[in-house]
């Protein structure tokens, strides 16, 4: 199986953009997938595919992908987007999530 | 719309099996997408357990397929979780979630809200 590497915490001030990393050798062959979790909340999906965004999720998140790395950013960020971030990818050996980031506002 | 709730004992004793089941509303199983179980121990982070079809066709993690086992139920439109010898490790918050594939499954789009487990004697 392969890993994931995120930083364990990214901090911004509101209006300002976050960006948050998530690293692996297989991200070039395979798609990337971005969660927000809320303290005692379950994970919402905020990004798919590495750059596509379900219904209902804010503009302000986007993704992209380069190389062995992939990027999720919060463009404006707001109060209530602090949480921690997780990313995850997936082959036929099964599904791999990054540690989590967990994003600050300051 | 499409919910899922899970249900099982919040308490497990060390050695046991660890059994849980996910009903899911406002969509049918047979209907396709893979179904799928994550847990979090407390203040860490996600741990994929493991997918299932509604053919039950399975992916599970290699680091827990020896004690996992993961059925469906399509006439009760739920899907289950079954993690044997148990140990305190096992201890987390167990979520049971929708799962989008292509050639084999990729991500979770709907999730239940998740239901504690404490592994103690």
């Known amino acids: 199986s392969y890993e994931l590497t995120q930083p364990p915490s990214v901090s911004v001030s509101p209006g300002q953009t976050a960006r948050i990393t998530c690293s692996g050798d297989?991200?070039?062959?395979?798609?990337a997938y971005w969660y927000q979790q809320k303290p005692g909340q379950a994970p919402v999906l905020v990004i798919y595919?590495?750059?596509e965004r379900p219904s209902g999720i804010p503009e302000r998140f986007s993704g992209s992908s380069s190389g062995t790395t992939v990027t999720l950013t919060i463009s404006g960020v707001q109060a209530e987007d602090e949480a921690d971030y997780y990313c995850?990818?997936?082959?036929?050996?099964?599904?791999?999530f990054g540690g989590g980031t967990k994003l600050t506002v300051l | 719309q499409v919910q899922l709730q899970e249900s099982g004992p919040g308490l497990v004793k060390p050695s046991e099996t660890l059994s849980l089941t996910c009903a899911v509303s406002?969509?049918?199983?047979?209907?396709?997408?893979?179904w799928g179980w994550i847990r979090q121990p407390p203040g860490k982070g996600l741990e994929w357990i493991g997918s299932?079809?509604?053919?039950?066709?399975?992916y599970y993690n290699p680091s827990l397929k020896s004690r996992v086992t993961i059925s469906v139920d399509t006439s009760k439109n739920q899907f289950s979780l079954k993690l044997s010898s148990v140990t305190a490790a096992d201890t987390a918050v167990y979520y049971c979630?929708?799962?989008?594939?292509?050639?084999?499954?990729?991500?979770?789009?709907?999730w239940g809200q998740g239901t504690m487990v404490t592994v103690s004697s």
């Open positions: 995850q990818s997936a082959d036929s050996s099964g599904t791999v």
């Open positions: 979630a929708r799962v989008i594939w292509t050639v084999t499954p990729e991500a979770f789009d709907i």
């Open positions: 297989a991200l070039p062959k395979q798609y």
């Open positions: 595919k590495d750059s």
């Open positions: 299932i079809y509604h053919s039950g066709s399975t």
């Open positions: 406002g969509y049918s199983i047979s209907s396709g997408y893979y």
